[in-house]
Each structure stands twice: as C-alpha cells, then as structure tokens.
C-alpha cells in the first residue's frame, strides 16, 4: 500500500545517559514503526527506556541525553537532521506529546486559554488572537470541557480537566502522531477510563496516529492495535495485541509473564503468577539475554549471546526460543 | 479585590501597631527631651525655662491615654515634636528634608541592583555553562561578599580624593540652590554616583544568583519542557514560562530590600556624607535627640511596611495564585 508510509520510523535508536563512569545506554538498538491511523502501545517496567524513548522521538532529550545511533524519522524526515527553528516549527505541527505529568505539564501563571493560544501562534504566527480565541472553545469542546473554564489558572481544575486541556494542547495543530507517555497514570481508574474514551474517540474522528506509553499491560492491550514490549532498553516483542494470550509457545517469555499476572475477571482460579526478581540495573546489565535471570526457560545460550530478532506470523520477537521454531524467519 | 482589601487591613493594623509601639518604647526610657536639653546646657537653664521646654516638647504627667489620645492627634497633623539636635526645627521637616535624599540614592539603587541582577541571574541560567555564565557568578561571588563600607570608603579613596573625578561629600555643591534646572540635576547626580555604585557593586551580586538558580530550577520543570515542546518562541518561553515562575523568591527579596532602603542607609550616607534619613539618625543617636530619633523610627516602620505592602499587590500580580485563593494539588 502506498499511504503505508509509516508516520513514525525509529531505526536501530540508542540513546544514551552521560553518567560520571561513562555513557549507559537507556535505549539499545530500538526499532518502531507507526503506520498512519493506528494505536500502538508501548509497555514495560519503570525504567525500561519508555520515557526516555518518547522524549528521544520528540528531540526533548534532557540531563545529559542523546541518541547515539539509528535515526528517527516522523512522516520521512529525519528529526536528528533538523536546524534549531526548522525543529521549532517543525514539532507539534506534525508530532506532539502528552507529558507523564500532566500537574505540572501546565505553566502556572496564565490561563489555560493563553496557553492554548501560545501553542496555536507560535506556529501560525498570522493568526489573530480572536481567531486562536475561538479555536481554543473548539478544542475545549473537543474534550468536552466548558469554555468558560478557558479562563482559569491550571491550579483552579481538577487533575481530569488539566490532563484533559493537556491532550487538547497536543492535538491543536493536527498532528500525524501524538505520543501519550502514561497519559492516566497520575489519574483515578473513573477518570481515567472517561479520557481514554475521548482519546479513541477524538483519534477516531481526527485520524492521527497514537504511541500509548504505559505499564499497565491490560489497558495497553484492550487500547492498542499493536503492541511493542520494552525490557531493559530493547524492545522485546512487537505483536498484534489481538494475537496476544499466555501462550510461551508464541510470545517473548517476558510478554508472556506480564499477560499472566492481569488479573482474568472470569477465571476460576485466582492466583496470579508474577515475574520472579526484579529489572535488572541498566549501568550493570545481565550478559548475553538481559531478561535471562529472570526467564524460567533460560539456557546457557541465553547466559551468553544475545538473543536476535526473529519474525513468526505477525510477531517480532527477540528471544533465542524462536530460532529453533519452525516458520520463524531472521529480521 | 478580596486580596487588596485583605492585604489593606494587614497595611492598616501593622501601621496601627507601629504607630502605638512608638508611643510606649520612649515612655519607658528614662528621662525625658527636656532633661536632656537642660543637660546639655550642663545646669545653665531655670526650672522655669525647664518647664516651657516641657511644655514645647509636649511632655506632661497626664493619664497615658490623654497623652495617647493628643499622640495621635499630633501624628494626624504632621506634628512630630521639635528635634533637639536641630532646636527649633520641627521633626517633621528634618525628616522632609532628608527622605528625599534616602529615597533618591538607596532606593533607586536598590532598584537598579535588582532588576539588574535579576535580568542578568535570568540571562546566565537561560545560557547555562556559556561563557556569561562562568563569569558572572564567579565575579559577583567577589563583589557580594566585599564589606559595604569598606568598599564605601575605598571608592571614596579612590575615585573622590586619589583621581579627584567625583565630590566627595554632600548631596549637591553647596553654592548651588535647590531647584529643578539641568545644572542642578546633574550636579545631584555627579555626587550620587559614588554612593549609588557602591551599593549596587555589592547588591547586584546576591540578585543574580538568587534569579539564576531559581531560573535553573524552573527550566527544569514540565510546564517549560511541555511549552518548549509546543513550539513556544526563545523569548517567550525564557520570560512568560520561566521567569515568570522563578522571580517569585526573588520578589519577597526585593519588599524586603525596599523595606530597609529607608533605615539601612545608615553606613553609605555617613561615608559620603549624603544628607539622608541614614545620616539624620547617627546625628539623632550622638546628641540623643528622641524626637528625632521616634520620628525617624516611625518613618522607618512605615516604609518597610509600604514597601511589603507594594510587593505583596506586585506578588498578585505576578501570580494568580496568591490573588486567587491557595493552591490546590
């Protein structure tokens, strides 16, 4: 297909931390594509690499960050490439993101409206304030808050109502890709299911693509077309989340772990099954498989080498089980 | 508008509270002006001349509410009692003569050290690591912890007596009158550089620090990442996002600062000899003159709380937050 262009292309990225004893790699060798209109969901531990991932894509990378390796392209073009104000102009215009925090995601000292203004003027510097003004009560309205609420102070709503005008920040100039990184997460389960809900929606009728950042496996799966797993800075497994069950046979052990400690609503039994152990410390990685100390099918290969990637039915999977499976081919 | 009119009470019950602390601290000292003018006349003066003097200076061993009651009523017509040092001139008029003088050189140059040092804390934290930012703070580390007078006197050295480019004492030539001309004014000002560098050499210091590591802090947060993101302009992003959050401590400093503008003038306008409200206290002190020295006190808790007052309306200002009730997480 030709609009298969894929909005985003990420290609081998490692983004690396200056630490005192040296660079340690938060992202190693990431490859993630997002094709237009879809949902992909991105999901692992605290300290996986998800975060830092998303603010790579952005070119918002802080502390001592930066991409060392791969390319990252929105809609073809390579956001590494770009000069400073072809960069300002060139974000949120085509790509934007929803923060973690959406607290404290909002400036404190102007009014929501103001702050939606900014966003609209600064990239389309001929608008007027009155035109930015109305824009504004649609965007409200798109997330279904009262415009009369434009002009009050982020300290004056609710958590809901800032993440809320957070999201309508990120789609007001109609971007092709939105990155939520853990949009809900500081918000309650109600609230959280009536944004998601908005989000599909407004996803639906606008069209844009969306890069789910989350930890939490059931959400991702029931919100996401596909889903990619992070472990330790790579990405273990890319899948269709419809594919996705407990089966070890077709999914990455780790994957297989997490989908195993959702709790089932209609099952008999009702013990859960975690992972054993903890994630590992990224400045001290395990050798060979980084998940090996903690995968009940380790083998003396996975102590060693690590572990390719290999594509079986619409899966991605980097685990050294699958090159012995039949059908499974060499990415 | 709840703010202001809360904020105006506070003005008014701390005046109020000022006003009255004035009245009782003297009444509990011993003696009294009149006993303090015949001393210094060392017994030449009558007991009848003793009790005009009282009378002139308002003293009498009526009930303390009467005298409370005529206290303020004097305060209400300006009427401070008559000064000693300066016998007969009316406090009031000392502290007229001499406030201008305060005001124009501590004050604009607490003003000119702050906006200064902030501008410059805002620019060196917006180029972290630069060059700006390597220098500055190490130069002003130097110039903050100089002692005031010290500095004061070495100037005065230097620049007024060595090099001879400024006078070294005085507010204006004194040859000239007071008056609104050009000659005047740039006669005022040629005696005010000295006085004004030296606070501003060791003020401007602790400002830009203060801004720059608040600022640093603030570049920090989300919402400035968040606007950064969204395609917010350099300039805009800088001020309206950053600045706007970080210069709040430094605001408190600045009331602060305006507050003891008034009192803490003392050191400079004795070195340079400036006719301030600084100078007419260490001139009230050695002569013990207590009227003058009540009233200037009473100038002095009044300014610092005009000045709290002022940067408290400033504060609302600046962040709706303060204005519009407390902060909710």
């Known amino acids: 297909m030709v609009e298969d262009q894929p909005v985003l292309d990420v290609r081998n990225a490692s983004i690396a931390y ?314 | 508008m709840r703010y202001f009119v809360q904020r105006l009470g506070f003005l008014l019950l701390s005046l109020w509270a000022a006003i009255t602390i004035n009245f009782v601290l003297p009444r509990f000292m011993p003696g009294n002006p009149a006993e303090a003018m015949i001393a210094r006349y060392q017994g030449r003066l009558s007991p009848m001349v003793l009790h005009s003097l009282e009378i002139e200076f308002g003293i009498s061993n009526q009930p303390l509410w009467v005298q409370y009651g005529a206290y303020l009523q004097n305060l209400a017509h300006g009427n401070f009692g008559l000064s000693i040092t300066y016998y007969p001139v009316p406090v009031i008029q000392i502290i007229a003569n001499s406030l201008p003088w305060t005001l124009g050189l501590a004050g604009t140059a607490t003003v000119i050290s702050s906006v200064l040092g902030v501008v410059l804390g805002i620019i060196a934290a917006w180029r972290r690591g630069g060059k700006l930012d390597t220098v500055l703070p190490l130069i002003t580390m130097f110039t903050t912890a100089l002692p005031y007078q010290w500095l004061g006197l070495l100037i005065l050295y230097v620049f007024g007596y060595l090099l001879g480019w400024f006078p070294t004492a005085h507010a204006y030539t004194a040859t000239l009158t007071p008056s609104l001309t050009p000659p005047f004014i740039g006669n005022v000002l040629v005696h005010a550089i000295l006085p004004a560098s030296t606070i501003v050499i060791t003020a401007v210091g602790g400002w830009l620090l203060g801004m720059r590591n608040n600022m640093i802090n603030t570049l920090g947060e989300d919402y400035v990442v968040f606007a950064e993101a969204k395609g917010v302009k350099d300039r805009r992003l800088m001020f309206m996002y950053a600045a706007r959050n970080a210069i709040l401590p430094s605001l408190t400093g600045f009331g602060m600062a305006l507050g003891f503008v008034v009192g803490g003038s003392v050191l400079v306008e004795t070195i340079f000899s400036y006719p301030g409200v600084g100078y007419q206290l260490v001139a009230a002190v050695q002569n013990e003159d207590y009227p003058l020295m009540q009233g200037l006190f009473l100038i002095i808790a009044v300014s610092v709380l005009l000045a709290n007052f002022i940067v408290e309306m400033l504060y609302g200002r600046v962040d709706p937050r303060v204005r519009r009730g407390g902060a909710r997480a």
């Open chain 1, 18 to 331: 200056q630490t005192a004893r040296g660079p340690v790699l938060a992202a190693r060798d990431v490859s993630l594509t997002v094709y237009p209109h879809e949902i992909v969901g991105l999901i692992g531990e605290s300290g996986s690499g998800k975060s830092t991932l998303a603010y790579g894509i952005m070119r918002l990378l802080k502390n001592g960050a930066r991409l060392v390796q791969g390319e990252i392209r929105i809609l073809g073009r390579d956001v590494y490439a770009m000069q400073k104000e072809e960069l300002r102009a060139f974000r949120w215009l085509h790509m934007s993101m929803v923060f973690q925090s959406a607290m404290n995601a909002l400036n404190p000292v102007l009014t929501i409206e103001d702050q939606i203004i900014d966003t609209l003027q600064s990239h389309q510097p001929q608008m007027t304030r009155r035109e930015a003004s109305l824009r504004a009560r649609e965007l409200a309205e798109m997330v279904r808050i009262d415009a009369s609420r434009l002009s009050a102070y982020p300290h004056e709503l609710s958590g809901g109502m800032r993440q809320r005008f957070v999201i309508a920040i990120a789609i007001a100039l109609e971007p092709a890709l939105v990155i939520m990184d853990e949009p809900t997460t500081a918000l309650d389960v109600v609230v959280q299911r009536s944004i998601l809900d908005q989000i599909r929606e407004i996803q639906k009728v606008k069209g844009f693509s969306i890069l789910f950042i989350s930890h939490d496996f059931s959400l991702v799966a029931e919100f996401a077309s596909r889903i990619a797993v992070m472990y330790a800075g790579r990405i273990v497994e890319v899948s269709a989340s419809g594919l996705l069950d407990g089966d070890s046979l077709k999914h990455h052990p780790y994957t297989v772990g997490l989908w195993n400690a959702i709790p089932q609503l209609r099952a008999r039994q009702l013990t859960l099954s975690g992972i054993p152990g903890s994630p590992p410390d990224i400045q001290n990685l395990p050798s060979g498989c980084a998940f090996h100390p903690r995968c009940t099918l380790a083998d003396d290969t996975c102590r060693t080498s690590v572990p390719d990637r290999w594509s079986r039915g619409k899966s991605v999977i980097e685990c050294h089980r699958f090159e012995v499976e039949e059908g499974a081919t060499h990415e």
